[in-house]
């Protein structure tokens, strides 16, 4: 099993964990073997190796096996990279009208003790699938052979032959049998990610439907011409908005099932109403088409595959261009047939070729992932030794060989002399060596020599270019004779650059018969004006291809990203080729490039989510090892816990790594603490492994690709599309941007950032939340002839997925069913896929950060012009929002005035009151008399509001509407779906007669309501007045009540001197209390808390050392009614005393509660100064506490007034009056 790297379609970095124990790290460092024998861990796959051996690194690391074997571990766990970015190529060919090269994968997921049945139903299936599409396209193509994969955990004990896999890949599949889909239950369906006529992603075939006998031959036949030839449903989907279930005909104005037959498609009642949003379903049978299609229809397997005698595609003759479905939508009302024979496969079918009509049974081959073989073609000249660029090459190359696993067999070729030359051009450094030893690793690893060209010198003199068709060439020949063992074969050829396209190409066509990918790697730079890139072989391959430009940072140094970059691409082309069980692989959680030239410190952060953990890894890459210009790289965990431990096992491959053990999920923080003079960036590494192989745990991946990898003057415009997922199930509201850069040999100048969009518009986007992101490409005006380099970075900081749910509606679909009837009924019934993908319940993702190798492109300037002035994006998701005011409103996603960029300069809106009017003539129909609001940006939605109401010629008649967007340029985009309207007018109102008095009495005139059974339009004006009248006298009546009733309340709180109701009325004005200060009106809040209302009240017993205060009604009386002339005297004088409050000698004043507690005071107050229940706050309970406590004045005695007379021998007499 191969075990160095990674998911080729998925944004996660994966490290091989081999047959190495899966313990946890931290333990096994703790452990007392560890400890006593100074045993060293290799975390990266989680096995301990021995070492007592002396000498230097070089010794330890290549002479002493057990120090080489666990250097080579750690360079396995070091060695992480994101997703290739590559379109995957389906090897499917066909040959004479049989389709060879088709490849099955059963997922490892799937139960081991199935695998009998699923093997013998999935014969029966492939059997009948072929036999059928031979029907369906006239004896012009079957299913000759196909591979099947079986997953890395099955045993060879389910009664068939495994063999070695010789190229076919899980990951490039163009089948799966995986686990029932959480929306679509049980039903197969095809990941399509582009418009009509391109080929889709994938089938997917629940395993669960292959275990019991099933005829599932039409149903993968319907899905094969989804895949192959880019073609879409002929049926609608129940609550899709876009391509209903039901539509209404004008052209016999009928509502009918959207659908496409050879005869007449009944409705069984499945259609109600004349509005084709109100429509309901009759039947829950299974096979539910059989009741719409007569038993005669041979077509379409499009719309009804179930059918026993459906057997072919709609053609031209008995197409519906009509009915709202996804094909007519996709593909300009389109045929099926049509579609098909426009596809390469027959539109140059060989003349005299006739159609087969034999034995159409297929060979099934059952095989295995186990074994890659590679040979390095670099090329050893002059070109190569730009500043550092040879010593980051060997030092790359050193990397990818020391991480391969044993099951790996590596050669080495380098190209040292001209084509004039090519028996001495090429020199085998060495043949294809197994790496099952630490000294064939050694062996291969060190073949490289130091400088480049030290092997070419017998050939200095010639001129030319290096002759890389002749190390291609040799390459093949060492591969082929291993290749009948079995295995993947990839040639990974270094150069930079070629003026020998065409000769590489040939050579290109040569491997592909042979199932040989070569994958390219342009580097350090284009050598010569005249030199191209290596990315056609690559691409006519099915291979990855980059291009790494170095740059000059002085005329001995180059910047330390090109070494970066470089080791990135090298393990992108091993993720791409990878063969074993993928879920067991390290996950790239963090990249990031640390800024140069500062000398602080820098700081970043992570997210580590629950379902991922150790072994986990922390690298740091630097460019000097000797002087890396870094005091420390700490982490902190979430708990704040500290790690600043590093090993230096990796430091002569620029490499440390820090000790941190991933073992707790949330916000992880970085710092870089840095000298000053480091003009060098570093970068940062994060991993750690899944923890489990469920569904909600499983890590989050991305893919990116394009429409196009090679344009030319007929290339249709460039698609770039990202696909996010976590695990199967899409993720939606990701921020998906891709960053264009424009390459030079010794810069990059940004271009622009494009923000992709999962929004189903209909183009490019075809399904919103299908996890598939996209948008167009359109360069600036200023843009120029070059490289373009696209680079994916996915941050998921809302982004959000399904849930499981047990609650589904079971929404069906015409065509969904296929004709056994052992389907769970449990789960959801819905097909893939309409204009959107709809779940009942989703689930937030926790952040996450993915970012991408890059794709780099070459374009001319007559692509780059044709690129800035497309026509804007067709409007594909118009929808109607009913608002029962004759006013509905048009929703779209609005389109670009350059596909999808920027902003039309204006809308085209149009209707007819028939439908074919609209759909055939366009042009000729009317336009929509009001101008329509100011056009939004690109991907926005938008809303226009129709006003029946002004156009009451409309009105009562259904009428069909569409639209498209013209751009600045006067250019046309295509015309949206068509949407249907029906507005009523509003019932014409009775005629009151302006006199009573002189109405008629005739009983034919006057309203007779009884016999009408219901009240005329104004009746119901008038009672429907009264009854409001009716209504505010009431809540007018019960207003006064309850004021009247609060009213009495507080005058009952009140003494009785204050009461108007009292037996002792007080006359005269009450007393005034004058506060000096603030403290004063707080203290009289306090004290005479006994005037406030009954809500108010505060009890204050009395005391034996104070008069008894006077009781009137059981209530106690303020001092101005029960104190003496010389106390209201006294306290007069004390409150307006310059010397403050006296703590003796002044006058009586009510006591405080005899039990010495709080005061207790029952009220709402909406002050925040309130003591009222302060012990229940909001922040907790706060400790009780008594009435606040006066100061005590600053008293001088010498000082005399009139606050001390009163207490002196001598008193003044005075009296009530005088006060």
């Known amino acids: 099993m191969v075990r160095y790297a990674f998911a080729a379609g998925s944004a996660v970095s994966l490290v091989r964990t081999g047959r190495q124990s899966r313990r946890d790290p931290g333990a096994l460092r703790s452990s007392p073997k560890?400890?006593?024998?100074?045993?060293?861990?290799?975390?990266?796959?989680?096995?301990?190796?021995g070492h007592k051996h002396p000498g230097g690194l070089f010794f330890r690391l290549f002479c002493v096996p057990a120090i080489a074997m666990e250097w080579w571990c750690v360079i396995g766990a070091l060695l992480l990279v994101q997703a290739t970015t590559l379109t995957a190529q389906s090897a499917v060919t066909l040959n004479k009208s049989g389709y060879d090269g088709l490849v099955i994968s059963?997922?490892?997921?799937?139960?081991?003790?199935?695998?009998?049945?699923?093997?013998?139903?999935?014969?029966?299936?492939?059997?009948?699938?072929?036999?059928?599409?031979?029907?369906?396209?006239?004896?012009?193509?079957?299913?000759?052979?196909?591979?099947?994969?079986?997953?890395?955990?099955?045993?060879?004990?389910?009664?068939?032959?495994?063999?070695?896999?010789?190229?076919?890949?899980?990951?490039?599949?163009?089948?799966?049998?995986?686990?029932?889909?959480?929306?679509?239950?049980?039903?197969?369906?095809?990941?399509?990610?582009?418009?009509?006529g391109k080929p889709g992603d994938f089938i997917s075939i629940p395993y669960t439907k292959l275990i019991y006998n099933a005829n599932l031959g039409r149903a993968f036949v319907k899905e094969w011409a989804k895949l192959r030839y880019g073609v879409f449903d002929e049926s609608g989907i129940e609550g899709d908005a876009v391509y209903p279930l039901c539509y209404y005909d004008e052209r016999d104005g009928a509502a009918r099932v959207s659908g496409c037959s050879d005869k007449f498609v009944n409705t069984n009642g499945i259609c109600n109403g004349q509005n084709v949003t109100a429509y309901s379903l009759k039947s829950t049978t299974d096979g539910l088409t059989r009741l719409l299609v007569p038993q005669d229809a041979t077509t379409s397997i499009m719309f009804a595959h179930t059918s026993p005698d459906v057997t072919k595609f709609c053609n031209q003759s008995n197409h519906n261009g009509y009915a709202p479905t996804k094909q007519n939508a996709m593909c300009d009302r389109l045929s099926v047939m049509e579609v098909i024979q426009e596809h390469k496969d027959f539109k140059n079918i060989p003349v005299g070729e006739e159609p087969y009509f034999g034995d159409t049974t297929p060979v099934l081959k059952f095989k295995r992932e186990k074994l890659t073989r590679y040979v390095f073609v670099i090329e050893d000249t002059s070109n190569m030794a730009s500043r550092e660029s040879w010593n980051f090459l060997r030092d790359a190359i050193k990397m990818v060989i020391l991480d391969l696993s044993d099951t790996t067999e590596v050669g080495i070729v380098t190209v040292v002399g001209t084509h004039k030359n090519n028996t001495k051009s090429t020199i085998q450094l060495r043949p294809l060596v197994p790496l099952n030893t630490a000294h064939n690793r050694q062996k291969v690893s060190s073949v490289l020599p130091f400088s480049p060209g030290d092997g070419a010198e017998q050939h200095s003199g010639e001129q030319g270019s290096s002759c890389l068709d002749c190390g291609v060439s040799v390459a093949i020949d060492m591969l082929t004779k291993h290749g009948k063992q079995g295995g993947n074969s990839v040639i990974v050829l270094v150069a930079p650059g070629t003026d020998r396209v065409n000769e590489l190409k040939n050579l290109?066509?040569?491997a592909k018969s042979q199932g040989i990918r070569i994958a390219t790697v342009t580097y350090p730079q284009i050598a010569r004006s005249t030199y191209s890139s290596l990315d056609s072989l690559a691409h006519a391959t099915g291979a990855p291809a980059f291009t790494i430009m170095e740059r000059r940072k002085n005329h001995e140094k180059s910047f330390f990203d090109s070494y970066f970059e470089l080791t990135q691409a090298f393990l992108a082309i091993t993720n791409e080729f990878y063969q074993g069980d993928r879920s067991k692989l390290r996950v790239q959680i963090h990249r990031k490039k640390v800024a140069e030239n500062s000398g602080k410190q820098e700081t970043g952060t992570f997210y580590v989510p629950n379902g991922l953990g150790e072994p986990s890894q922390v690298l740091v890459y630097i460019h000097n090892p000797q002087n890396t210009l870094l005091k420390k790289v700490t982490l902190q965990s979430p708990s704040h816990r500290i790690y600043d431990q590093r090993s230096e096992e990796l430091l002569n491959l620029r490499v440390f790594e820090n000790n941190a053990v991933l073992n707790e999920s949330g916000t992880w923080t970085y710092t870089f603490d840095q000298y000053p003079g480091n003009n060098q960036p570093h970068y940062i590494v994060v991993s750690a492994t899944p923890k489990s192989l469920g569904q909600s745990e499983a890590p989050v991946m991305a893919r990116f690709f394009t429409s196009s990898l090679e344009l030319n003057d007929q290339s249709d415009p460039l698609v770039l599309y990202a696909e996010v997922k976590q695990g199967d199930w899409p993720v939606m509201a990701a921020n998906v941007v891709v960053t264009v850069t424009m390459l030079h040999n010794n810069t990059n100048v940004l271009e622009k950032r494009i923000t992709l969009l999962d929004s189903g518009s209909g183009d490019p986007d075809i399904t919103q939340n299908d996890g598939i992101y996209s948008r167009y490409f359109t360069p600036d005006e200023i843009s120029s002839a070059g490289t373009y380099r696209f680079e994916l970075s996915v941050n998921g900081h809302q982004a959000y997925t399904w849930q499981t749910n047990s609650n589904y509606p079971n929404r069906r679909s015409i065509g969904n069913y296929d004709d056994d009837d052992s389907s769970d009924q449990q789960m959801p019934k819905s097909r893939c896929c309409g204009s959107t993908i709809w779940s009942s319940a989703t689930k937030v993702l926790p952040p996450f950060q993915i970012t991408l190798p890059p794709v780099d492109i070459k374009m001319t300037n007559y692509v780059l012009s044709k690129l800035q002035k497309l026509q804007p994006s067709r409007i594909g998701n118009l929808k109607v929002l009913e608002s029962g005011e004759r006013e509905p409103s048009l929703v779209w996603t609005a389109p670009g005035s350059n596909g999808d960029v920027g902003t039309v300069e204006r809308y085209d809106l149009r209707f007819a009151f028939d439908l074919v009017s609209l759909m055939d003539n366009f042009e000729t129909c009317s336009k929509w008399p009001h101008t329509l609001d100011i056009p939004l940006e690109a991907g926005t939605e938008t809303t226009f509001r129709l006003d029946f109401n002004k156009l009451p010629q409309l009105l009562d008649r259904p009428i069909f509407v569409a639209l498209r967007g013209i751009n600045v340029y006067e250019m046309e985009g295509k015309v949206s779906n068509v949407v249907r309207l029906l507005e009523m007018s509003p019932p014409t109102p009775s005629v009151i007669p302006s006199n009573l008095d002189h109405f008629p009495a005739d009983p034919k005139v006057v309203p007779n309501l009884s016999s009408a059974g219901g009240l005329n339009y104004s009746s119901q004006v008038l009672v429907a007045a009264t009854t409001c009248l009716i209504i505010l006298v009431i809540l007018v009546t019960v207003g006064c009540v309850l004021f009247m009733h609060r009213k009495k309340n507080a005058k009952e709180a009140l003494p009785p001197a204050l009461s108007s109701g009292g037996q002792q009325p007080f006359s005269g004005p009450p007393p005034r209390y004058e506060a000096e200060d603030d403290y004063?009106?707080?203290?009289?809040?306090?004290?005479?808390?006994?005037?406030?209302?009954?809500?108010?009240?505060?009890?204050?017993?009395?005391?034996?050392n104070v008069p008894h205060q006077q009781i009137v009604n059981a209530r106690t009386l303020s001092p101005y009614q029960s104190w003496t002339a010389s106390q209201l005297l006294h306290e007069h004088e004390r409150r307006h005393s310059p010397y403050g409050y006296l703590q003796q000698d002044g006058p009586p004043v009510p006591p405080p509660p005899h039990d010495q507690s709080i005061y207790t005071v029952n009220y709402y107050n909406n002050s925040f100064m309130s003591i009222a229940d302060e012990g229940n706050s909001i922040y907790g309970q706060r400790p009780k506490q008594g009435p606040p406590t006066l100061p005590k004045p600053n008293f001088n005695p010498s000082l005399q007034?009139?606050?001390?007379?009163v207490n002196s021998a001598e008193k003044k007499k005075r009296n009530v009056t005088m006060v």
């Open 34 to 49: 560890v400890r006593r024998e100074k045993f060293r861990v290799c975390r990266g796959c989680e096995t301990v190796w």
């Open 106 to 196: 059963i997922g490892e997921n799937v139960p081991h003790a199935e695998c009998s049945s699923i093997v013998e139903n999935l014969k029966t299936m492939m059997i009948h699938a072929s036999r059928d599409l031979n029907d369906a396209l006239e004896g012009r193509a079957f299913f000759r052979s196909a591979s099947v994969l079986f997953p890395s955990s099955w045993p060879d004990d389910c009664g068939q032959y495994v063999e070695p896999a010789s190229g076919e890949m899980t990951t490039r599949a163009d089948v799966r049998i995986v686990p029932q889909h959480l929306i679509f239950g049980e039903n197969l369906w095809t990941q399509q990610s582009q418009g009509c």
């Open 508 to 510: 290109g066509n040569v």
């Open 1080 to 1104: 004063n009106k707080q203290r009289d809040k306090a004290i005479y808390a006994a005037a406030m209302p009954e809500h108010h009240q505060v009890h204050l017993p009395q005391q034996n």
């Open 1201 to 1205: 007034g009139s606050l001390s007379s």
